[in-house]
């Protein structure tokens, strides 16, 4: 197949889950397939080497007419193209899944929307409405989105694929070596129309836990108001990690802690600390439920519940038993979610799109 995956950027030059997703898709399919990925223009990539084509859309860089720019110059890059590409995978749909519509119009090439999270059908209703109608196929991570997308646009079909990771190729400790240190890795946003991390949930948490330290791994425009709900408590907040460190911390604490309240389609962060053995303490907020095999993998709590969370750091960091079996279904279960695993099943995807335009 000769695939087209369109994103915002790609990690690590840009940080954020679909553009880790992005990387790590078109790399595995390019395996057995011509790919190219279309991303806006940053010089960085120049310094950087892919196994797929990369296409940079450049636009002037005046605010009120930048976005019409990558638009019109994205069509230009897709007539070029029209002959070498099957099917597009648009990650998101107000930006890139609106480049994908058009050139679909355009040029009659299929393409699939990936629905990141909850707020991207909920947010720019009216073009998004049209976005999802054009779709061959809408993507999500997990059974849960699917069930909350089909109730609003039951007659989009759907298809369920989780994100995938590569293995992990580090060191880790056993987790009963570790010392008593829980961490939370993610942006710092609170109360977010887009986002809502549910820190402040961690933070007050973190009264009933006396003895572990919580590390806050990231940086965003929550962090000066959870620092000063954070004092006098055992918690460190240690700014942004570069990303080729991110399994390094995550491999030395006792566990994860996502207190999402919204917004978190499928973190990644999750199945990254399970491939370092490191147990999970999620909220059941979006798809988190689809990845924690709650008891068994890691301990899935209430949203906006400080008491069961630190019930359950306590359980989790206090008894050896408890670790030990958590890490070890972990590192099990992370397997499903290899790249060797999840790439077939968007192959599938990709395919039913190309054969869709054939049947029309």
């Known amino acids: 197949m000769k695939i087209g995956l369109i994103v915002g950027g790609l990690h690590p030059v840009r940080i954020g889950g679909a553009e880790k997703q992005a990387l790590g898709l078109a790399t595995s399919l390019s395996?057995?397939?011509?790919?190219?990925?279309?991303?806006?223009?940053?010089?960085?990539?120049?310094?950087?080497?892919?196994?797929?084509?990369?296409?940079?859309?450049?636009?002037?860089?005046?605010?009120?007419?930048?976005?019409?720019?990558?638009?019109?110059?994205?069509?230009?890059?897709?007539?070029?193209?029209?002959?070498?590409?099957?099917?597009?995978?648009?990650?998101?749909?107000?930006?890139?899944?609106?480049?994908?519509?058009?050139?679909?119009?355009?040029?009659?090439?299929?393409?699939?929307?990936?629905?990141?999270?909850?707020?991207?059908?909920?947010?720019?209703s009216k073009l998004n409405n049209l976005i999802i109608s054009k779709s061959r196929l809408i993507h999500v991570q997990s059974e849960i989105i699917k069930e909350t997308f089909s109730k609003l646009f039951p007659k989009s079909k759907v298809a369920v694929v989780p994100n995938g990771i590569f293995?992990?190729?580090?060191?880790?400790?056993?987790?009963?070596?570790?010392?008593?240190?829980?961490?939370?890795?993610?942006r710092l946003t609170e109360n977010s129309e887009r986002n809502d991390k549910g820190i402040r949930y961690l933070i007050k948490a973190m009264s009933g836990v006396h003895d572990s330290i919580c590390i806050i791994l990231g940086d965003g425009p929550a962090r000066p108001t959870l620092e000063k709900q954070s004092r006098g408590k055992k918690i460190v907040f240690l700014g942004e990690i570069h990303p080729s460190l991110v399994l390094k911390y995550l491999s030395k604490v006792r566990c994860l802690v996502v207190p999402s309240v919204s917004g978190d389609g499928f973190p990644n962060v999750i199945i990254e600390a399970m491939s370092v053995g490191t147990p999970v303490i999620g909220t059941r907020s979006s798809g988190i439920p689809d990845i924690i095999s709650d008891g068994h993998s890691g301990i899935l709590v209430d949203k906006k519940s400080p008491p069961q969370l630190s019930k359950a750091i306590v359980d989790v960091t206090n008894s050896y038993d408890i670790l030990s079996s958590l890490s070890v279904n972990s590192l099990e279960e992370v397997k499903s979610f290899y790249w060797e695993n999840i790439t077939p099943k968007f192959e599938k995807i990709l395919s039913s799109a190309i054969l869709s335009k054939v049947s029309k």
Do not use: W
């Open 167 to 186: 293995p992990s190729s580090i060191d880790y400790q056993k987790i009963t070596n570790r010392r008593k240190i829980i961490a939370y890795l993610g």
């Open 31 to 124: 395996e057995n397939h011509e790919v190219t990925v279309f991303v806006r223009y940053n010089s960085s990539y120049n310094n950087e080497k892919f196994p797929f084509d990369l296409v940079q859309i450049k636009s002037p860089n005046v605010k009120f007419i930048r976005y019409f720019c990558t638009l019109a110059f994205s069509m230009y890059h897709f007539f070029l193209m029209r002959k070498k590409l099957d099917v597009l995978f648009s990650f998101g749909l107000y930006d890139t899944g609106l480049k994908s519509m058009l050139a679909s119009i355009i040029f009659g090439i299929p393409f699939i929307s990936s629905i990141r999270a909850e707020i991207d059908y909920l947010k720019y």
